[in-house]
Structures are given as C-alpha cells and as structure tokens.
C-alpha cells in the first residue's frame, strides 16, 4: 500500500500570502495524483488532478507540481474562502487507492 | 451537469448492516467508475471500495472485503454500498464520487451512518 505523507498537519498564514502545501509518496506514483479540499459539513472538492491540472472551475491561484514521490499545492494568494483542510490522494497504484492524512489551513 | 444524490442518514445497531444508494444524473453512467469513501468524525479520508457500473466490476480495500458489497442499477443510475456486520467505528459519513481516470471530479454530499446500541 502506498503510504501519502503531508506536511504541515496544520499551517496558519495570513489572507493575500502564499501558502505551499507539501505531499510525500512512500514509493513513485508518476503524475497520478489529485489534491482537494474539504471545508466542514461539505465533501471534498477535486481541486488539482494529474499532479498539475485545475479541476473545472478552480480559480487560478491553486496550483500543483512534482512526479514521482514529491508534490506541492501552491496558493498564490490566499482568499478568505481557502481556509480548509487540503487532502493529497494517490490513484497510480491501486487498490488501495490512498489519501494523506490531511493539511489544515488556518488563518493566521 | 452531473450530480450525485444520495440517500439519507441512517442509524444502525452493532452487527446489522445498511444500504447507501447514490443516484448519478447528468452524465452517461456506464462511462465512469463509482467510488465510495468514509470520513469517521473529525478524521481524514478513507477509500473502501470501486465499482465500473459498465460491467459490475468492483476492487476493495483490503480491510473491507468480505463486508462490503457493492451493486449498481443501470436502468435507474444508481449504485449502492453495502456493508455488513456494522461496527461502532463504522460510524461514518460516507461519499460516492465519480472518477475520471483515477481522480474523483465529483462527489456525492454524503450520507450519516451511525452505528449506535
């Protein structure tokens, strides 16, 4: 099983910073990965697929990179409405399909 | 546009089972995978299980096979999670989501299980 590591657990940074969020593979996943984001009493929501590609309607401000065991969620500018907690997921390998554990954003 | 419903919360006791359904709409059902999801109370996200409503095949995560089953109804777009012999760790919301080669664009707004004597 592939094991998804994301660090922080919990970032705070203030409304208009950047926020970098980090994701680890315990072994190569290639570009097969997706980030969401889940806000309470909501299901998550497909912000970033293929590593690098915006799901539909996401605004420009998220982004993703890497391959293989290293991968990154960048938010350029942060909007009151991105404080939430940021799921990493891997799909190269599966079953097990598997998530990290999770990041959550706070403001600062 | 496409859209997942679900049916509603339940309350279950130790040892019986329940029955999510999650009702596709705005797509060709058949052309994508379903996958189901738990998220136990303030926890993170767990994948269970997929099913291709195409040809009924499923995959499952190690830890629920034998107790989960999983169906589909091509006629009304609906598939539906099964899981047997419920646990009070059960308790749980659990989504269905769409995928597209691999990852879940679209989510059902899940559906409250609680496992409760």
């Known amino acids: 099983e592939i094991v998804m590591t994301q660090s922080p657990a919990t970032l705070s940074v203030s409304p208009g910073e950047r926020a970098t969020l980090s994701c680890r593979a315990s072994?190569?996943?290639?570009?097969?990965v997706g980030w969401y984001q889940q806000k309470p009493g909501q299901a998550p929501r497909l912000l970033i697929y293929?590593?690098?590609t915006r799901a539909t309607g996401i605004p420009a401000r998220f982004s993703g990179s890497g391959s293989g065991t290293e991968f990154t969620l960048t938010i350029s500018s942060l909007q009151s409405e991105d404080f939430a907690v940021y799921y990493c997921?891997?799909?190269?390998?599966?079953?097990?399909?598997?998530f990290g554990q999770g990041t959550r954003l706070d403001i600062k | 546009q496409v859209q997942l419903v679900q049916s509603g919360a339940e309350l279950k006791k130790p040892g019986a089972s329940v029955k999510v359904s999650c009702k596709a709409s705005?797509?060709?059902?058949?052309?994508?995978?379903i996958n189901w999801v738990r998220q136990a109370p303030g926890q993170g996200l767990e994948w269970m299980a997929w099913?291709?409503?195409?040809?009924?095949?499923?995959n499952f995560a190690q830890k629920f096979q034998g107790r989960v089953t999983l169906t589909r109804d091509t006629s009304t777009s609906t598939a539906y999670m099964e899981l047997r012999a419920l646990r009070y760790d059960d308790t749980a919301v659990y989504y269905c989501?769409?995928?597209?080669?691999?990852?879940?664009?679209?989510w059902g707004p899940g559906t409250l299980v609680t496992v409760s004597s």
């Open positions: 705005g797509y060709s059902f058949t052309n994508y995978g």
């Open positions: 989501a769409r995928e597209v080669d691999g990852a879940f664009h679209h």
């Open positions: 099913i291709s409503p195409y040809n009924a095949n499923t």
């Open positions: 072994q190569s996943v290639s570009n097969n």
């Open positions: 997921q891997q799909y190269n390998d599966w079953p097990p399909i598997t």
């Open positions: 293929g590593a690098s």
